[in-house]
């Protein structure tokens, strides 16, 4: 069975630090697809990323980049230049080809104060 | 705004009640899915619904329904509330149902049963 770990529970940084959340996860699947989602205080889901298996490429955006390691399975999340609007939970998520669910990690709470 | 649209936002109900959450899937949006965040379980996926039918069933208790209707919007009914179904409620959507699509969420309904 699919499982994401995030063993960071949380953590708090001072604005400006750059930021690194880690996630790993467990498939018996050859291709799936990973995702990263925000939830700040508000309580809503926000979407940040979606990348396939096969596609190992890191990518960043903006402040945001991505490092996904098929080896490790790993596909951790970091923050340059962290910002106090940064504050939010994080979540990793899977899903795999023969489902169409996703499998959440526990999340990360990212402080980042002034 | 990811364009899944929730109401109500916020309840608050008694012990025993049953209440329905609607939800708006984004525009073009064929598969509605629906999880539970819950302080102990943290994101579980309950049911999904593609083009009006059932496709995938994950934790939903029995005192739990829903349905996708013609129109593609959803209804999830929680009857005989318990203390413990205290939680937000999240709709999400996606266009198909492939595992490579992103599923997006809307804001959440906070239920609270006292």
């Known amino acids: 069975a699919q499982k994401v770990t995030q063993a960071q529970t949380e953590i708090s940084v001072v604005e400006k630090e750059d930021v690194t959340l880690d996630c790993v996860y467990e498939?018996?699947?050859?291709?799936?697809?990973l995702f990263w989602y925000k939830q700040p205080p508000s309580g809503e889901l926000v979407f940040l990323i979606r990348?396939?298996?096969?596609?190992?490429q890191n990518e960043i955006s903006g402040r945001y980049s991505w490092n996904f390691q098929k080896s490790t399975s790993s596909f951790n999340f970091t923050i340059t230049a962290s910002q106090v609007v940064d504050s939010a939970v994080y979540f990793c998520?899977?899903?795999?080809?023969?489902?169409?669910?996703?499998?959440f990690g526990e999340g990360t709470q990212l402080t980042v104060n002034p | 705004d990811s364009g899944v649209t929730q109401t109500p936002k916020h309840l608050i109900t008694a012990t025993g009640q049953r209440v329905t959450l609607r939800c708006s899937p984004r525009?073009?949006?064929?598969?509605v899915y629906w999880y539970q965040q819950s302080l102990d379980q943290g994101l579980q996926f309950l049911i999904q619904?593609?083009?009006?039918?059932?496709?995938a069933k994950g934790n939903i208790l029995e005192r739990f329904s829903a349905q996708q209707f013609p129109d593609l919007h959803s209804e999830l009914n929680l009857s005989s509330l318990e203390l413990g179904d205290s939680a937000l409620y999240f709709c999400?959507?996606?266009?198909?149902?492939?595992?490579?699509?992103?599923?997006?969420f809307g804001e959440g309904s906070w239920l609270t049963v006292v």
């Open positions: 999400a959507s996606s266009v198909l149902d492939r595992a490579g699509n992103t599923i997006y």
């Open positions: 498939t018996r699947d050859t291709t799936y697809y």
């Open positions: 990348r396939n298996s096969f596609d190992e």
């Open positions: 998520a899977l899903k795999e080809t023969s489902g169409s669910r996703l499998t």
């Open positions: 525009s073009g949006d064929l598969s």
């Open positions: 619904y593609y083009n009006g039918e059932e496709r």
